[in-house]
T-cell receptor, first 117, second 112 residues
Framework: DAGITQSPRHKVTETGTPVTLRCHQT?????MYWYRQDPGHGLRLIHY???????DKGEVSDGYSVSRSKTEDFLLTLESATSSQTSVYFCAISESPRASGKVDTQYFGPGTRLTVL | AQKITQTQPGMFVQEKEAVTLDCTYDTSDPSYGLFWYKQPSSGEMIFLIY??????QNATEGRYSLNFQKARKSANLVISASQLGDSAMYFCAMAGANNLFFGTGTRLTVIP
């Protein structure tokens, strides 16, 4: 199993409060991703990182920011949480999206269940 | 834009029987990859199998095989000899430029 941890695993917060989720990897993979999972939508990409301090937006980035100050850590921040951000958040890692013409597999962390009241 | 469609919200299979989970995709990219992930009730996403668009043979990993029909744009997952532990959600995904596009999943229930 890929060495990916997420913290916290569960969090309940109130609308309007800031929240930061952490993803930590021990695989030294270059790429890291944040997804959210909602019923009826599968997983959708929020943001991703292709190196230290290099990040880009995904499909559902509004209301989220990310930071990556070192290879092993990728932080997801909800500046002012809303009830629509209640979801399960997954971090994933890969060596590269496409390496030598072959698509690289993404491996997922255990997920964080976030509830915004 | 890539799109993944899983039309079976739920499937049932008898233990020890084979089952096929459907997945169709749409993309204009000539080079792409298709994945299947398993999500048991505990919630983690487990990588099962990968198929590249230029791979000549269908991918296999133990009891999992991918029935890849490029002309039909389908990438169905076949699980042989189902086990009770196979009960889970199964997601088909396609690799985009920098992320995965997921289908909505199929819930498989294995009946003893």
């Amino acid at each position: 199993d890929a060495g990916i941890t997420q913290s916290p695993r569960h969090k309940v917060t109130e609308t309007g409060t800031p929240v930061t989720l952490r993803c930590h990897q021990t695989e030294n993979h270059r790429y890291m991703y944040w997804y959210r999972q909602d019923p009826g939508h599968g997983l959708r990409l929020i943001h991703y990182s292709y190196g230290v301090k290099d990040t880009d937006k995904g499909e559902v980035s509004d209301g989220y920011s990310v930071s990556r100050s070192k290879t092993e850590d990728f932080l997801l921040t909800l500046e002012s949480a809303t009830s629509s951000q209640t979801s399960v958040y997954f971090c994933a890692i890969s060596e590269s999206p496409r390496a030598s013409g072959k698509v690289d597999t993404q491996y997922f962390g255990p997920g964080t269940r976030l509830t915004v009241l | 834009a890539q799109k993944i469609t899983q039309t079976q919200p739920g499937m049932f299979v008898q233990e020890k029987e084979a089952v096929t989970l459907d997945c169709t995709y749409d993309t204009s990219d000539p080079s792409y990859g298709l994945f299947w992930y398993k999500q048991p009730s505990s919630g983690e996403m487990i990588f099962l199998i990968y198929q590249g668009s230029y791979d000549q043979q269908n991918a296999t990993e133990g009891r999992y095989s991918l029935n890849f029909q490029k002309a039909r744009k389908s990438a169905n997952l076949v699980i042989s000899a189902s086990q009770l532990g196979d009960s889970a959600m199964y997601f088909c995904a396609m690799a985009g430029a920098n992320n995965l596009f997921f289908g909505t999943g199929t819930r498989l229930t294995v009946i003893p």
